[in-house]
């Protein structure tokens, strides 16, 4: 069976030492993962999550307690190593009065940016609100917040729509601490609830800043009109049905110490 280590982007930090710089084994996938992604009785995140699950050979972390972006990464090495690198796609012009088609071809995940953890990132990390003038302690989100946010939402009774809750929820599951103190997660809660909109995007943008992973923001110019736009990646058929097979990446890169999948840090937003 081939099989291929990759390097996670958190690098294994927040891990307990269970990863040790971020490598794991993955392998491609089978028919049978094949026919369960074909399957319309299963939920599009539970697909995921259950083909990661079976393709992700290192066990150590399961995969509800690791990074939303480890995730993500270890989503585009399993197509790579299944089909290829190279995936082909078209997106549409944004411009109502061209509406033409950009064609795109990406080699994921190397080709894309990819901001990696160093040992100086630290959970929890914190910030001071400019509006309520607290300091709120936070930590990068886990797949397993994915389910619970879900779960949440579906037990929810204050008449708030599903989206609603659950944007809340996915808020509130960052929050350690709120001026130096624990909080659970119905206080985490309550005090999200009760934020103003710039201290949402203050904390927002310290995530992001803080978090690592795999940049899918597309940035084309359509040729037709010449408008210069920005779009995320989409995942069509060609991702997991691709109509041509490009060579393994054991076979066609240059071998390195780091391996063809060790992610380099995106010279934007790197620390």
């Given amino acids: 069976m081939y099989t291929e280590r990759v390097q996670l982007p958190s690098r294994g930090q927040f891990y307990g030492g269970k990863l040790p710089e971020g490598w794991v084994e993955i392998r ?11 399957s319309p009785e299963r939920d599009r995140m539970e697909k995921m999550n259950l083909l990661i699950e079976r393709c992700l050979l ?13 995730r993500m990464f270890l989503l585009l090495s399993i197509r790579n190593v299944t089909y290829g690198p190279e995936y082909r796609f078209t997106i549409q012009c944004p411009d109502r009065t061209c509406q033409g088609s950009v ?9 894309l940016q990819m901001r ?12 001071k609100l400019p509006r309520s003038g607290k300091t709120v302690g936070l930590r990068l989100p886990r797949v397993k917040d994915e389910a619970e946010a879900l779960e949440f939402a579906n037990k929810d009774r204050s008449g708030r729509t599903a ?19 624990g909080v659970n997660r119905l206080q985490a809660l309550d005090f999200v ?11 927002r943008r310290t995530i992001e800043e803080h978090d690592c992973g795999v940049d899918i923001l597309v940035e084309r110019k359509c040729n037709r009109c010449g408008v210069s736009f920005q779009q995320l990646m989409p995942f069509t058929d060609e991702f997991f049905r691709p109509r041509v097979i490009s060579s393994r990446p ?9 391996g063809p999948f060790a992610g380099k840090p995106s010279a934007s937003n790197s620390k």
């Fill in 28 to 38: 491609p996938l089978k028919t049978s993962e094949e026919a369960m992604l074909a």
């Fill in 58 to 70: 290192t066990k150590e972390v399961p995969l509800s307690e690791m990074l939303v972006a480890d």
């Fill in 103 to 111: 064609p795109v071809e990406l080699v994921v995940p190397q080709g």
């Fill in 116 to 127: 990696i953890l160093t040992p100086e990132d630290k959970e929890p990390f914190s910030v």
């Fill in 163 to 181: 989206g609603e809750v659950t944007y809340l929820f996915r808020l509130a599951v960052h929050i350690v601490s709120i001026d130096d103190k």
């Fill in 193 to 203: 609830d009760d934020m103003e909109g710039a201290d949402s995007l203050v904390m």
């Fill in 250 to 258: 054991g076979q066609s890169s240059s071998s390195s110490k780091e």
